[in-house]
């Protein structure tokens, strides 16, 4: 038997010497921390216990509680300490049953390791064994972080930092005396810590290690008595969880880990509570879930991240769902890198006037949130009221594929398929994006126009870069200009992004935005706001030189509300959120890519050399490209200015000669609605041979375009209404549809009409032998 007893001994300290630091494989819980070192939440390990990773220090508290109560030698023997064995046995012989042991801290942190077996001689042996090899692996500090990192607490909290967390809500280092000395006294008898029993034992442990630190000076009389007075911890409580979704996303890829983020608590708490408020007073049309990022501009670190409501738990309300990294329909809120990339590459001006009239491409007919067209917009103006059918045409100049193209290297991850899968709904909420895609893509734009002036007029590709949720190095020094890590090529130039800018922060809000009045009073932000096809998804972004917000509002599930609104519901968390931050100046203008450019007051195009209304203004230096004017031209009016005229019917001398403002009559035609200014030429004089000139243009259908029959209440197919323009006000029109006549329009020309399905020729004629042909297909 004896021999046995030595073999397995051996063993047994084999073993130990032959993985001597991986004497706890147990997994952790994992842990969130924010930039101030707050734990921000926690998960559960997978065996179910509160474990918490090892710290690299231990609050001096506890240790002089926990060696005073166990182990007062501790720093003085070499693993066990033969005088305490000593003593506990004189007192067990005595009391004819063991009433103390004299296992020291290291001798306890081997029976720990060991699955805290049955207490035999034979284990009492191979733990003194345990101990004497493990103070020659470990310092004494390494030891009793051990011990206090895996003692048992009670229940399934194991460690000091669970213990502080579960029972006094608190970190471990901000714990009093009193709470110090009951969880040095818990490991020696875990099941005291049960509300409801044996508190009275518990109480007493711990009054008298407070009584024993009172005796040996650590304690004075005063603190003494004030730590006898504190309660004992009631039932456990809930650990942090202020950035749960947060916890979930990164937890996932550094499970059992203490992970620091770059979040700050105080942040992410008024963030959260600003998201939940919302989503109460939302729930009542049936929204249920938010989001919200707040973001350093300079560094690209997340400094809060609300993945959702919290305030409830109701899977069935997709609470669990972090809306941050789930891929929604965008909406309008990709508009302004549209227009910014035009501006870059120089294929406008940002007055340029856009057609705004009906269109049709191949069956996608976009409109304007409020159904209207305006005929013809300046780009910047679009972008401010986001209006969808100008954007529409840009796109179309812009080419969907090379538009895609720009985004991916913006940073935009969820433009899975192709050029034709998309199409011109592109720009319209066609693609799905991430808030936390989309904040970052802001965010860099930002980034690069605030680093313009420090490059000296250079780039450095790397400030076109993702959001990240850990500390980011915010000292990296601003690159020399002769560095080779800068460019003079870069995706977006800053001009391009300073006009783009400035057109976010304008006050001219979408026709669905009608409260963009209520934060007129607000920091200058350059801020965007979204809405998807039916009501599904909300969101507004916004940007300074210092902070990028992003929002998102809807539901989890997709399904649709009436009345939800970027502007209406996502804007006021944006700016609510901004006026958590403090201000700080706006951007520079980057004037070394401007220079002075005559432009023409009424179009915005380069001013030609007939344009009456000139304003000499800083642009972009890539406009320079740009076409002049197209829409002034020189009119030959009569003596009294009424009528046009030409040298068939008046002597030249009495001719006016004059430049005139002049759309295309289809642009005209809504135009002059909205342009009370807007002066429609002259009719041309009786007798006066006709201008040679596009007379006629079809408002609807547009040529080629693909139609589809609209169905009425009853079931059976509705008319088509048919719309045209004319250059002249007094031309009668007069419609053909394939061999067929349909009827004359004056003034106002459109004409209903009805089309079978099939391929059709529409031609118009005027009174003054003009026509017009189109084809388009009824589907």
């Known amino acids: 038997m004896i021999h046995l007893f030595f073999i397995k001994l051996l063993i047994e300290v084999i073993m130990y010497l032959a993985a001597p630091r991986t004497i706890f494989p147990e997994s952790c819980s994992t842990l969130l921390y924010s930039s101030e070192g707050q734990l921000l939440g926690a998960r559960i390990a997978p065996d179910g216990q509160w474990r918490f990773p090892p710290a690299d220090t231990i609050p001096d508290k506890f240790v002089t509680c926990l060696l005073t109560y166990e182990d007062k030698r501790f720093y003085r023997h070499p693993g066990i300490d033969p005088i305490a064995i000593v003593r506990a046995a004189r007192l067990n012989l005595t009391a ?38 493990l103070e020659t692996a470990y310092s004494k500090d390494k030891i009793l972080n051990l011990y206090a990192s895996h003692a048992p607490f009670g229940g399934n909290v194991v460690g000091i930092e669970a213990a502080a967390w579960r029972y006094f809500g608190r970190n471990a280092a901000e714990l009093s005396w009193a709470e110090n000395a009951t969880l040095a006294v818990l490991p020696n008898s875990p099941a005291l810590i049960h509300p409801g029993r044996n508190r009275e034992k518990l ?122 990294t789930s891929p929604r329909s965008t909406g309008s809120i990709l508009k302004p890198f549209l227009y910014a990339a035009m ?27 409020n159904k209207t067209f305006y005929g013809a917009v300046p780009a910047h103006r679009a972008i401010e009221r986001s209006l969808n059918v100008p954007l529409v045409r840009m796109l179309s100049q812009y080419n969907t594929g090379r538009f895609m193209s720009l985004l991916k290297k913006a940073g935009m991850t ?5 050029e034709e899968h998309y199409g011109a709904s592109l720009i319209l909420g066609g693609a799905e994006g991430t808030l936390w895609d989309l904040t970052g893509m802001y965010a860099s734009l930002a980034r690069t126009l605030s680093h313009y002036r420090p490059y000296n007029g250079r780039y450095n590709p790397a400030d076109i870069h993702p959001l990240t949720p850990f500390p980011a190095h915010a000292d990296t020094p601003i690159l020399s200009v002769a560095d080779k890590r800068l460019t003079d090529r870069p995706l977006l ?41 039916g009501g599904r998804d909300a969101w507004a972004i916004g940007t300074t030189p210092r902070y990028t917000v992003g929002v998102w509002v809807g539901n989890a599930s997709g399904e649709g509300r009436p009345g939800l609104t970027g502007v209406g519901n996502a804007a006021p968390v944006l700016f609510d959120l901004f006026s958590l931050l403090p201000g700080g100046n706006w951007f520079d203008m980057p004037y070394d890519e401007l220079e002075p450019m005559a432009v023409c007051r009424l179009s915005g195009h380069k001013a030609s050399a007939i344009c009456d209304q000139v304003d000499t203004l800083y642009m972009p230096r890539s406009g320079n490209g740009t076409a002049v004017c197209p829409y002034h031209r020189l009119v030959h009016l009569s003596a009294d200015g009424r ?29 002059r609605n909205y342009h009370i200014d807007y002066a429609p030429l002259p009719p041309v004089k009786p007798g006066c041979a006709p201008e040679q000139s596009r007379q006629i243009e079809l408002i609807y259908p547009e040529h080629n375009a693909i139609l589809y029959l609209p169905k009425g209440f009853s079931g059976k197919p509705e008319k088509f ?59």
Request: glycine share 4%.
């Open 343 to 369: 501006l870059h590459d120089g294929l406008l001006l940002p007055g340029t006037l856009v057609s705004d009239v009906p269109l049709n491409i191949n069956g996608f007919t976009p409109q304007n949130y």
């Open 721 to 779: 209404i048919f719309k045209a323009a004319h250059a002249r006000p007094d031309a009668t029109l007069y419609w053909h549809l394939d061999a067929t006549y349909l009827g004359e329009t004056t003034g106002n020309h459109q004409i209903a009409c009805q089309a079978d399905p099939g391929k059709h020729l529409l031609t118009l004629i005027d009174n003054f032998g003009n026509q017009r042909k189109i084809l388009f297909e009824v589907k």
């Open 493 to 533: 130039s800053a001009a391009s992004i300073w006009f783009t800018f400035e057109a976010m922060s304008a006050l001219n809000r979408p026709e669905e935005e009608a409260d963009w009045q209520q934060f007129e009073s607000m920091k200058q932000v350059a801020w965007k706001t979204g809405t998807s096809y």
């Open 643 to 671: 009528f046009r005229v030409n040298s068939s019917c008046e002597s030249v001398d009495r001719m006016i000669t004059r430049s005139w403002f002049v759309l295309p009559p289809s642009q005209e035609y809504y135009y």
């Open 96 to 133: 004819r049953r063991v009433v103390s042991g004299g296992s020291t801290v290291t001798m306890q942190l081997a029976r720990i390791a060991r699955g805290n077996r049955n207490r035999t001689l034979y284990e009492k042996v191979v733990e003194t064994a345990w101990a004497l090899l």
């Open 203 to 324: 109480k007493a442990k711990r009054d008298k290690l407070l009584a024993s630190l009172k005796k040996s000076g650590v304690l004075d009389e005063t603190t003494y008595e004030l730590a006898c007075m504190e309660p004992l911890p009631e039932a456990p409580v809930p650990l942090p969880d202020e950035a749960p979704h947060l916890l979930e996303r990164l937890a996932a890829d550094a499970p059992g880990t203490r992970i620091t983020t770059s979040v700050r608590q105080m942040l992410q708490r008024q963030a959260q509570a600003i998201v939940n408020r919302y989503a109460r007073d939302y729930s009542s049309n049936y929204i249920h879930n938010l989001a919200a990022l707040v973001t350093d501009t300079e560094t690209g670190e997340v400094l809060a991240y609300a993945g959702n409501v919290t305030f409830r738990a109701d899977a069935r309300k997709g609470n669990q769902v972090d809306i941050i």
């Open 414 to 418: 969820t433009l899975r398929f192709s």
